[in-house]
Each structure stands twice: as structure tokens, then as C-alpha cells.
């Protein structure tokens, strides 16, 4: 297995795990890490890092730049601050140093190893490129700052959000191949976070295992469990609050995407955050036993209703932002395609025979 090359040889005096660097998962020429010989590094690892030149290191021989007085120099900070925000994929050099103190390395490494394998075929993760060295399967998230406490996370096809308070923030999904949105969230706001997920399909719950609890709506738990996912559902229903401190977020119940689909109304910001039911030029999946297109409109119906309680939509998928004037859109093109008057072609789709509705504002995928 690959991973075995994460070894305490890899682990930097600052506690940046090079095993995770993209120079040490090329191909050719390898690089053997901060601590390895000069001739295979790069030019800035080999002769420029101040952490590697710190003639205070060498002299005192610290092994780890904890045991530094001056810990953490400003060479140490520059290197937290870029691995913690630069890089598709989070690593904290000072988190890990932290943790090899609690834990020891023996321990450390194997949380390591346990973290930057790809679940597909066993090799490194990249922290650099979010992607993996053996299959190159992508896990990255970037981090868009919308306003002074609100976030939007890019994971490939799917964005989940992050909304701080006074008193707490939360996390709203965990997209579908990120490693650590969790400790993303963390980095970001300082404060402690929660978890709520707009519904259970795969796409939005990636990193929930990395909460004891989220909030979701009931309807959707069964789903959740048959993908074989742990931890406690805190059942919210429509029209519940959640009160971050200073940020109240209203639920809003839109079953028909699923059933247990919903919404989250940012009432200071005046924005909805809608999951899956509402996008513009993205695909709206109904086609599956748990999909249900009247339930969905009905849904429409009654969010047409709000639209004087948000300013913007911001989805799951494809465009963002989007306004309330889709709503009407979606729900005409819904009805029509109910009705048998939409336009309709059939395709196979991971295995199934599917009809596609293409409406030009977005696109349905239903069955048949
Ligand atoms: S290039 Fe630098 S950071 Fe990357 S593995 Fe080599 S020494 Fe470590
Ligand atoms: S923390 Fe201390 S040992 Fe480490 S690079 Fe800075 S000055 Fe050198
Ligand atoms: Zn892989
Ligand atoms: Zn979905
Ligand atoms: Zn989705």
C-alpha cells in the first residue's frame, strides 16, 4: 500500500506531513521530505525555507519547532497560514505537532494514514491538488468567502456552505469527496460547529462521519442509514429555528427531490439556501423510488408563497446565485412534464433507462 510511505521520516520539523506534498507523490524523482537529503528537493525545500535554513533548530538540535521558545516563528506561521487556506485539502503543520504531543506518533501516523488514503484505491491524497496519486479521483474543496460570516465550499460538482454566529456556526451539507470539512469549518470561524444536511443524498453527506450528530429531516433518514452512514439524526421539521447567535435560519420543508428535503432561510441575509429542488441550467434529479414530482410541486407552490422573505436562492448546484423568479419557472416546467405536454428524450444513466427534460433554464431527469 502506498500510504505505508507515511512515516515520521515524512513529518517536517514544523509538523507538515510531506507525504501529502505533490513533489513527494510525483512519479519520477520523488521528493524524501524536509528531512531527506538535499539533491531530490526542490530548490525553495532545499534552500530556502527558513524553517530547514533556522540556524537556532540546528543549533539547540529541537527536532520539532514546539520545543522553540520563539515557537511559532514567523516562518512557521507563513507555512500554517498557506496549508490551512491556500490549498484545496486542509492541513494544520501546528494541529499535527499538537497531536503528536497528545497522542504520540505511532498514533498520529496512523490517524494520518487513515485520513489522506483514497478510499477508492489506497493511495495519497494530495494536500496541493485534492487529488488522488493513484486513481486521481478528486477530494478538493475551496472555500469562497461570501460576506464577513458566510462561506460557500466548492467541492467539484456540489457546494455546501458554512454560516458562522456569535455563539456557533453551521455547516450546511459536507459536499461529496472532501476529507475535512469539518476542521474547514473550524479553521474558518473558531467556534463550534454543527451539522445540518438539506437532504441525505450522497452528494451532500460525504463528511458526515465526522459529526456524532447533524440535523436532518426524518423523512430522509432511512436513506441515509442504507448507505450504511453513522451517527445521531437531530430531527428538524418546517418552520423550526436554529439560532446561531445574532443569525436565525428558518427550516422550510420541500419534500419531492426527497422526502425529507429542505431549505434553510438566512433571515439576516435574506437568502435561501435550497439544497437540490431549486437551480437554474443544473439537473434536477426525479427519477428513483424516492423522488415524487407532485410532492415537488406542491413544494414550489408554497415557497412561491415566501418569496417576499428572501432576496437570493443559493443552491447545491450549478448557478448561484439564483432569485425568486425561478421558482414559477420551475414549477411551470414541473406541471408540464407532469402533465405529458413537456418535450422529453431517453437516455441510459449509471445503468437505467431515464427520460431527460431539457427546459432551458435547467434540465429534469425523470423516469421512464
Ligand atoms: S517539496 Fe518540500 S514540502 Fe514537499 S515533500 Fe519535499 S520537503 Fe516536504
Ligand atoms: S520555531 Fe524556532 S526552531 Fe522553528 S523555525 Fe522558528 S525559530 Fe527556528
Ligand atoms: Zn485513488
Ligand atoms: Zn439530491
Ligand atoms: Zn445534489
Redesign the pocket.
Known amino acids: 500500500m502506498k500510504n505505508e510511505r507515511i512515516t515520521a521520516r515524512?513529518i517536517?520539523p514544523c509538523g507538515?506531513d510531506?507525504?501529502i506534498?505533490?513533489?513527494?507523490l510525483a512519479e519520477t524523482d520523488?521528493?524524501?521530505?524536509?528531512?531527506?537529503p538535499d539533491e531530490?528537493?526542490?530548490e525553495?525545500?532545499?534552500k530556502r525555507?527558513g524553517i530547514?535554513l533556522c540556524a537556532k533548530r540546528r543549533e539547540k538540535g529541537y527536532e520539532y519547532c514546539d520545543e522553540c521558545p520563539d515557537y511559532p516563528c514567523g516562518d512557521v506561521m507563513e507555512k500554517e497560514n498557506r496549508y490551512t487556506s491556500k490549498y484545496p485539502l486542509y492541513e494544520s503543520p501546528k494541529k499535527n505537532l499538537q497531536t503528536i504531543r497528545e497522542i504520540g506518533m505511532d498514533r498520529f501516523l496512523e490517524q494520518e494514514r487513515e485520513q489522506w488514503t483514497c478510499s477508492e484505491c489506497g493511495h495519497i491524497v494530495s494536500v496541493h491538488t485534492g487529488i488522488c496519486s493513484g486513481c486521481g479521483k478528486q477530494y478538493g474543496a475551496v472555500a469562497v468567502q461570501v460576506n464577513g460570516d458566510t462561506w460557500r465550499i466548492e467541492n467539484g460538482m456540489v457546494r455546501f456552505f458554512l454560516l458562522k454566529g456569535t455563539d456557533k456556526a453551521l455547516l450546511i451539507d459536507t459536499g461529496m469527496t472532501v476529507r475535512h470539512a469539518r476542521k474547514i469549518a473550524e479553521a474558518l470561524t473558531g467556534l463550534p460547529v454543527e451539522l445540518l444536511n438539506t437532504h441525505a443524498d450522497g452528494d451532500h453527506t460525504g463528511c458526515n462521519e465526522a459529526f456524532e450528530s447533524f440535523y436532518m429531516h426524518p423523512a430522509d433518514e432511512s436513506h441515509y442509514r442504507r448507505s450504511g452512514k453513522s451517527g445521531k439524526v437531530i430531527p428538524v421539521q418546517d418552520g423550526d429555528e436554529i439560532d446561531l447567535g445574532n443569525r436565525k435560519l428558518k427550516i422550510i420543508h420541500l419534500p419531492g427531490h426527497t422526502p425529507g428535503s429542505i431549505a434553510v432561510l438566512d433571515e439576516k441575509y435574506r437568502v435561501l439556501i435550497s439544497g437540490d429542488p431549486i437551480q437554474e441550467h443544473g439537473r434536477i434529479f426525479m427519477f428513483g423510488e424516492r423522488r415524487n414530482m407532485r410532492d415537488y410541486i406542491l413544494s414550489l407552490e408554497k415557497l412561491e408563497k415566501r418569496t417576499g422573505e428572501f432576496d437570493e436562492i443559493w443552491p447545491s448546484h450549478a448557478d448561484i446565485p439564483i432569485y425568486p423568479g425561478c421558482i414559477r419557472k420551475l414549477r411551470d416546467g414541473a406541471q408540464s412534464i407532469l402533465n405529458g405536454e413537456a418535450e422529453g428524450h431517453q437516455v441510459e444513466f449509471f445503468g437505467q433507462q431515464i427520460t431527460v427534460y431539457d427546459l432551458g433554464f435547467t434540465t429534469f431527469l425523470c423516469n421512464g
Open positions: 515524512m517536517a507538515l510531506c507525504s506534498c505533490k513533489r513527494a520523488p521528493c524524501p521530505g524536509c528531512l531527506g531530490h528537493k526542490p525553495f525545500c532545499a525555507c530547514i
